[in-house]
């Protein structure tokens, strides 16, 4: 019979809850940098430029229609026979933005499309000043258009960037790698991981519908 | 023979071929966790509790968690139980199991999407909860389900490259161990993802086309 060993685990908990701030760091700045790079696709595919709509929905096909890992080692592994040689963090981080703006890209677009013209014009004919027709028909509809994919996007982030330990770049799962290297107590240490990935995914949804219940309060017309 | 050897058509093709590791992993993991899904998925809808409870609180902690976490447990776990260290059994399970939570939820949205006058007018004909599913429910509800399990595969195909993790010899491991031997990453990389591309993307057309045709025949 297996006798669970908890103690190591116990003992090594400090690395592990740095390896879980390195991660909601690590998503976070992905994430960030992520929506600059969706702006911008979303933008680039409704511009009507056609080269460009080429290029962005390649790298949008590409990206969904390959492993993350894959990308990961193309990244880190590829690109410095090329001349771009990446430390493990920042070949993750590329990499998270690189993935994730894919993902976003469609989701923003979906935001834009959301507003329509005649919006616009009704806000401009109730004597509204730019600013408030930006802020109130604009940005909050779409914001709330977008807002649900986009958490739980996020969310899906910080499960994938587990992904990054594979390259060695520091984050929870690296911690746990490292502490399961150290103690041998593999399972132990591997069931405390996941439990704190799950309370962040648990805890970060909970806040995101805490957010959203009170920024997009009123009622839908529909 | 050199200690590192060129990457040529030898070594081209040694990836390309370790696909089929990829897809009989992929295809094990995607029937059983089918088989796994639809029992998620009627538990998930069941007019008793506990079977709610469990199949809810199953897909949550599945979907709360990374991958890779969930293989590492199951590797790591069925080596506590006892049956030693097998990248295969592991991978197989641990897929399986992430498959039928994924696909249990899935499924749970296209049961709950099929209008619940059928669900009342099967009750009101006196059909019990077996009957009202096999004949009235799920066949409406395996329409609506198509194109989101076929987008499901998807994902599913490209996780399986995290079993390389593991020391599954698949497509990712396959590349890395004829990088390891020519060390042309740019060009092994490229090959590996040029695979899986051609894996995925035909099921990701499928999957939107099937989506488009659905939206537009239900659209009134």
């Given at each position: 019979m297996y006798e669970f060993n908890f103690a190591p685990v116990i003992a090594g908990l400090d690395q592990l809850l740095i390896g879980a701030w390195l991660t909601i760091q690590l998503s976070c700045a992905a994430m960030l940098l992520g929506l600059i790079v969706s702006v911008f696709c979303a933008w680039g595919k409704t511009s009507g430029i056609t080269p460009l709509r080429w290029v962005i929905d390649a790298y949008i096909e590409i990206i969904r229609n390959t492993p993350f890992l894959v990308q990961i080692f193309f990244i880190f592994f590829g690109l410095p026979s090329l001349g771009l040689r990446l430390t493990p963090n920042s070949a993750a981080l590329l990499a998270l933005v690189v993935n994730f703006g894919a993902y976003g890209t469609e989701i923003i677009r979906a935001g834009i499309e959301s507003i329509h013209k005649g919006q616009v014009e009704a806000g401009t004919a109730l004597g509204l000043s730019r600013l408030q027709i930006f802020r109130y028909i604009i940005m909050k509809p779409a914001l709330r258009t977008v807002y649900p994919a986009l958490t739980s996007q996020f969310i899906y982030l910080m499960l994938t960037s587990s992904v990054v330990s594979a390259i060695s770049a520091d984050d929870l799962a690296a911690a746990g790698n490292n502490l399961q290297s150290a103690t041998f107590a593999s399972f132990e240490v591997y069931i405390v991981v996941t439990l704190i990935y799950l309370v962040m995914s648990v805890g970060f949804s909970t806040i995101f519908a805490m957010i959203e219940k009170a920024a997009f309060k009123y009622p839908l017309s529909r | 023979m050199p200690l590192i050897r060129p990457f040529g058509w030898d070594e081209f093709w040694i990836i390309v071929i370790a696909a089929r590791w990829t897809i009989a992993l992929s295809v094990i993991a995607f029937a059983s966790g089918g088989i796994g899904g639809l029992f998620i998925a009627l538990a998930r809808v069941s007019d008793t509790k506990w079977p709610r409870l469990i199949a809810t609180g199953f897909i949550r902690i599945f979907q709360g968690t990374p991958l890779l976490m969930q293989l590492f447990l199951v590797f790591f776990g069925l080596n506590i139980l006892?049956?030693?260290?097998n990248p295969w059994i592991a991978a197989a399970l641990a897929f399986t199991l992430h498959a039928s939570a994924f696909l249990g939820e899935i499924w749970r949205g296209c049961i709950e999407a099929v209008p619940s006058g059928q669900r009342e007018a099967a009750t009101a004909l006196g059909l019990r909860y077996f009957n009202r599913m096999r004949y009235v429910i799920l066949p409406q509800a395996a329409k609506i389900a198509v194109a989101p399990t076929v987008g499901f595969l998807v994902q599913l195909i490209k996780g399986t490259s995290l079993a390389a993790i593991i020391g599954f010899t698949e497509l990712t491991r396959q590349g890395q161990i004829i990088n390891n031997a020519t060390f042309s990453p740019f060009l092994v990389f490229s090959t590996v993802a040029a695979v899986y591309f051609a894996l995925c993307w035909p099921l990701s057309l499928l999957a939107r086309r099937m989506e488009l045709k659905f939206s537009r025949a239900t659209t009134r």
């Open positions: - | 006892g049956f030693g260290i």
